[in-house]
């Protein structure tokens, strides 16, 4: 018996590769821009705070040499000392000493993709429920034309407006949340993209959504459309672009001008019925206690408190922004050691 366990857990140790290679073969039939964001979540938490810290001194680079001296101080100050709640292994808290709010900031970026998780998690559990909807993540896309930033922006959003009127749409989808992604191409042009969670009430031939996508562009027809398994990853990917919808590394003075000339460009919304019933929802206690998980609890833990992971006692390092992604690696670095169980 014991045999036959091991057994298996070998064989579908042995399986999982596999079954890695298939999707990837499979996703290489999909726009290869809309896969690369997939990748870049692979990298570690250490690379990922070193790249936010390079975004940030590129901008304020870029903001001086515009003459925003007020904006490229902000942007120095935002996070420029944490305070990191942690046992030494697991890190549960960062309190920054100050936000700039600025809407290309990384870490501003992330504490707004997390302020929207926490908010729409909950109301789309219960959509899902209320409705017997379930979550696609489609991705729209458009022909590359010479065009500035806004009028590409303009283009998709008004491609989208004009989908949702058509009978196709409304008769297979029943609301749901979009966000914009803007990149450029490597011939300078802008690659405007739309993700959407969709919350589709019946299945159809992709086809047949490309071709309704077409009909409303003119001249598009690549979209990429994926079910999603589990909404709380799907909602974490779609919110992402809240957080970096521009390709920022790439950003030149001429790009961070026009930028700061879009006020009010809205990056993430709410459509169809999806909409109004996130506005009248209410959480009641069993919602909340879905969407909790590790968030809530997060909020609770103080210095002192043993970590949920390990038990160990938690304390508050404080660090300056250039220490913080040594501290993630140095944790990365850690062996992931056993889980304690509480002696109580
Ligand atoms: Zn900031
Ligand atoms: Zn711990």
């Given at each position: 018996?014991?045999?036959?366990?091991?057994?298996?857990?070998l064989?579908?140790?042995?399986?999982?590769?596999?079954?890695?290679?298939?999707?990837?073969?499979?996703?290489?039939?999909?726009?290869?821009?809309?896969?690369?964001?997939?990748?870049?979540?692979?990298?570690?938490?250490?690379?990922?705070?070193?790249?936010?810290?390079?975004?940030?001194?590129?901008?304020?680079?870029?903001?001086?040499?515009?003459?925003?001296?007020?904006?490229?101080?902000?942007?120095?100050?935002?996070h420029?000392?944490?305070?990191?709640?942690?046992?030494g292994?697991?890190?549960?808290?960062?309190?920054?000493?100050?936000?700039?709010e600025?809407?290309?900031?990384?870490?501003?970026?992330?504490?707004?993709?997390?302020?929207?998780?926490?908010?729409?998690l909950?109301?789309?559990?219960?959509?899902?429920l209320h409705?017997?909807?379930?979550?696609?993540?489609?991705?729209?896309?458009?022909?590359?034309?010479?065009?500035?930033?806004?009028?590409?922006?303009?283009?998709?959003?008004?491609?989208?407006?004009?989908?949702?009127?058509?009978?196709?749409?409304?008769?297979?989808?029943?609301?749901?949340?979009?966000?914009?992604e803007?990149?450029?191409?490597?011939?300078?042009?802008?690659?405007t993209?739309?993700?959407?969670?969709?919350?589709?009430?019946?299945?159809?031939?992709?086809?047949?959504?490309?071709?309704?996508?077409?009909?409303?562009?003119?001249?598009?027809?690549?979209?990429?459309?994926?079910?999603?398994?589990?909404?709380?990853?799907g909602?974490r990917?779609?919110?992402?672009?809240?957080?970096?919808?521009?390709?920022?590394?790439?950003?030149?003075?001429?790009?961070l001008?026009?930028?700061?000339?879009?006020?009010?460009?809205?990056?993430?919304?709410?459509?169809?019925?999806?909409?109004?019933?996130?506005?009248?929802?209410?959480?009641?206690?069993?919602?909340?206690?879905?969407?909790?998980?590790?968030?809530?609890?997060?909020?609770?833990?103080?210095?002192?408190?043993?970590?949920?992971?390990?038990?160990?006692?938690?304390?508050d390092?404080?660090?300056?922004?250039?220490?913080?992604?040594?501290?993630?690696?140095?944790?990365?670095?850690?062996?992931?050691?056993?889980?304690r169980?509480?002696?109580?």
């Open positions: 018996m014991k045999q036959l366990t091991l057994a298996t857990a064989i579908s140790r042995e399986v999982r590769p596999v079954k890695t290679r298939l999707e990837i073969a499979r996703s290489a039939y999909l726009d290869k821009r809309v896969t690369k964001s997939q990748r870049e979540s692979k990298r570690t938490r250490s690379e990922r705070a070193r790249e936010r810290l390079q975004t940030k001194e590129h901008l304020a680079r870029l903001a001086v040499g515009l003459g925003e001296v007020e904006l490229a101080d902000k942007i120095d100050r935002c420029s000392r944490v305070a990191v709640l942690t046992c292994r697991h890190i549960h808290r960062i309190l920054p000493n100050f936000t700039c600025f809407r290309l900031c990384p870490d501003c970026g992330r504490r707004r993709s997390r302020k929207l998780q926490n908010k729409y909950p109301v789309m559990r219960a959509f899902m409705h017997k909807v379930t979550p696609v993540h489609l991705v729209l896309t458009q022909t590359h034309r010479k065009e500035s930033r806004k009028q590409s922006i303009k283009r998709i959003k008004d491609s989208f407006g004009k989908l949702q009127r058509r009978m196709f749409w409304n008769e297979h989808f029943k609301g749901g949340t979009w966000s914009l803007v990149t450029k191409d490597k011939n300078g042009l802008h690659h993209h739309l993700h959407i969670i969709g919350f589709r009430r019946k299945f159809f031939d992709i086809e047949l959504l490309r071709s309704e996508w077409l009909a409303v562009t003119g001249d598009s027809h690549v979209l990429n459309l994926k079910p999603i398994l589990d909404i709380a990853a909602l990917e779609v919110v992402k672009y809240v957080s970096k919808p521009l390709d920022i590394r790439r950003f030149g003075a001429d790009d001008r026009e930028f700061l000339g879009l006020k009010n460009m809205r990056m993430f919304g709410t459509f169809g019925e999806f909409r109004n019933f996130s506005k009248d929802f209410e959480p009641s206690d069993n919602d909340a206690a879905a969407i909790g998980d590790l968030e809530s609890l997060a909020r609770d833990l103080v210095e002192g408190c043993a970590c949920p992971q390990c038990n160990e006692p938690l304390f390092l404080r660090m300056s922004k250039n220490e913080l992604p040594q501290f993630y690696e140095q944790v990365e670095s850690l062996p992931p050691g056993e889980v169980k509480s002696s109580h």
